[in-house]
């Protein structure tokens, strides 16, 4: 079984990918460590993040055991991030690994942009998690402090709506929501309630599609 999560940033669907690849038995990839992890090793290089071929040799020589990094998860490689993924030969690259992951048995959970679209299309479950910026960044805003980050709740705000708007406008494999992904708005629903409707929606789509075949 391929779940496919996709969503804008800070929306949580990376918490709930956690729980349900938990729930199902099955690996987890957060792609958006890719990403970063690649922003990271560009600005180490100092490559600059609009030079495409720079960064696609960045990625290409990127060691996936480095995703574990925590300095991965700060505001800063979050820009750069987007600022990397808007690169078609950078997400060239990185598409292969992605593929790979989710096509081995028993099948896998994947949260990013692009998974329903893009990576997976042909998942078996893909649901699209998003709520309002306002919320989405009071949760960052938690977490990144919660971790000792020194940052503002509006840095926090205007830095999801910058990466939004670059990551819908971009024009390969922009945020979008899939045609046949389920829309999850977490706006009022806590981590757990969130879990619970997440495995609703995704119980049902798995009776549907046993119905049907
Ligand atoms: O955790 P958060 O939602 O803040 O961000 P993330 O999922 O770690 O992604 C960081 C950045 O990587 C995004 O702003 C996107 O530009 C890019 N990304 C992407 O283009 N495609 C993906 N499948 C995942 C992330």
């Known amino acids: 079984m391929i779940v496919a999560i996709d969503g804008p940033a800070a929306s949580g669907k990376g918490t709930l990918a956690k729980r349900v690849a938990a729930h199902y038995g099955l690996p987890h990839l957060d792609t958006g460590l890719l990403y970063r992890a690649v922003a990271r090793d560009a600005l180490a290089s100092a490559i600059d993040l609009d030079d495409a071929a720079g960064a696609a040799g960045v990625a290409e020589a990127l060691e996936v055991a480095t995703l574990a990094d925590p300095d991965l998860r700060t505001a800063e ?25 989710a096509s081995a048995a028993p099948g896998a959970v994947l949260d990013g942009r692009d998974i329903g679209t893009v990576i997976c299309p042909g998942a078996d479950v893909k649901l699209f998690v998003s709520a309002t910026p306002e919320v989405r ?49 977490t706006s009022n629903l806590d981590i757990d309630a969130a879990f619970r409707a997440a495995l609703d929606l995704i119980e049902a789509a798995m009776s549907r599609a046993g119905r049907a075949g």
């Open 77 to 101: 490689i979050g820009e750069a991030a987007s600022r990397v993924a808007r690169h078609p030969a950078v997400r060239t690259v990185l598409l292969a690994y992605q593929r790979t992951f």
């Open 137 to 185: 960044a009071l949760r960052r805003f938690l977490e990144l402090t919660g971790r000792g980050v020194d940052i503002s709740q509006e840095a926090v705000l205007a830095d999801i709506r910058a990466r939004d708007e670059r990551d819908s406008t971009r024009g390969t494999a922009p945020l979008v929501q899939a045609k046949d992904a389920v829309l999850l708005d």
